[in-house]
């Protein structure tokens, strides 16, 4: 059984930086592909970054590209987020996600990750 603990959420005006954390445990964490969701209320959870085993693969949703920045620590069992320039639109719960080796880092379909942390609210004011 894996448990995600996401923290590092809140309140941020337009403009922002915010970085969220997620610690895994339960399992090998140099053995799970790691992930970013997020979901407004009322709509479908949607990709925002994956990474690889080690980090190096990384993927995003075009709307974050150069703004956010998915990392891991093996070491520490801890995956990051790392968002800046945030808008309005940023505005949800962020959810961690952690799934087998072989989970492709540019598939950002929400339901082929098993393991989910409980989220995490960033709401961004204009």
């Known amino acids: 059984q894996v448990r995600l603990v996401e923290s590092g959420g809140g309140l941020v005006q337009a403009g922002d930086s915010l970085r969220l954390s997620c610690v895994a445990s339960?399992?090998?964490?140099?053995?799970?592909?790691m992930a970013w969701f997020r979901q407004v209320s009322g709509k479908e959870r949607e990709f925002v970054a994956a990474?690889?085993?080690?980090?190096?693969?990384?993927h995003y949703r075009d709307s974050v590209k150069g703004r956010f920045t998915i990392s891991r620590n093996n070491a520490e069992n801890t995956v990051y987020l790392n968002m800046s320039s945030l808008n309005p639109e940023d505005t949800a719960v962020y959810y961690c996600?952690?799934?087998?080796?072989?989970?492709?880092?540019?598939?950002?379909?929400?339901?082929?990750?098993?393991?989910w942390g409980q989220g995490t609210q960033v709401t961004v004011s204009a």
């Open positions: 996600a952690a799934g087998p080796p072989t989970t492709p880092v540019s598939a950002p379909q929400w339901k082929i990750y098993p393991n």
């Open positions: 339960g399992r090998t964490f140099s053995r799970m592909s």
């Open positions: 990474t690889g085993l080690v980090g190096g693969r990384t």
